[in-house]
C-alpha cells in the first residue's frame, strides 16, 4: 500500500446540493468524498496537461 503524504488543506465553497450529490457518487464508487475528490482533481491536471 502506497503511504500517504498529503500535506496541504484546501478550502472552498460549495452548495448542499453538490456536496449531497458528490457524496453519494463517491460512496457508489466505494471510497470517501475525500478520495473522490483527491482523484477528481488529479485527473483534470493529469488531462490538462
Do not use: C, N, P, W
Request: net charge positive.
Amino acid at each position: 500500500m502506497r503511504r500517504q503524504a498529503f500535506e496541504a488543506k484546501v478550502h472552498f465553497r460549495i452548495s448542499e446540493d453538490l456536496l449531497a450529490r458528490a457524496d453519494a457518487h463517491a460512496r457508489s464508487e466505494g471510497m470517501t468524498l475525500s478520495e473522490l475528490f483527491r482523484h477528481s482533481l488529479r485527473r483534470e491536471i493529469r488531462e490538462g496537461i
